[in-house]
């Protein structure tokens, strides 16, 4: 499983600024980031299935779906100062 970190433009999905492979359940995960968060900002965490390979390709890896609601298995969040 992949676990990327994405900007948030009005209601889309933005550029994806960081991504960590997880071996399984973890309660603390790090994700190095391409650049720092803004304070006040919202952003969003995305699940992605590993295609086999080393690197993550959001447009190769699928979004994980929540079988219940058929979404994209995505958490929301916004930034504190």
Do not use: C, K, M
């Not at 603390?28 to 968060?37: H, K």
Request: net charge negative; glycine share 12%.
């Amino acid at each position: 499983v992949w676990v990327a970190v994405r900007e948030i433009h009005g209601t889309d999905l933005g550029n994806v600024l960081g991504a960590a492979r997880a071996g399984g359940p973890q309660s603390a995960f790090v994700i190095s980031l391409l650049r720092a968060t803004v304070p006040g900002r919202s952003y969003a965490v995305e699940l992605y299935r590993d295609d086999g390979g080393d690197v993550f390709n959001p447009s190769a890896n699928s979004v994980y779906i929540d079988f219940d609601t058929g979404a994209p298995a995505i958490v929301y969040f916004t930034t504190t100062d």
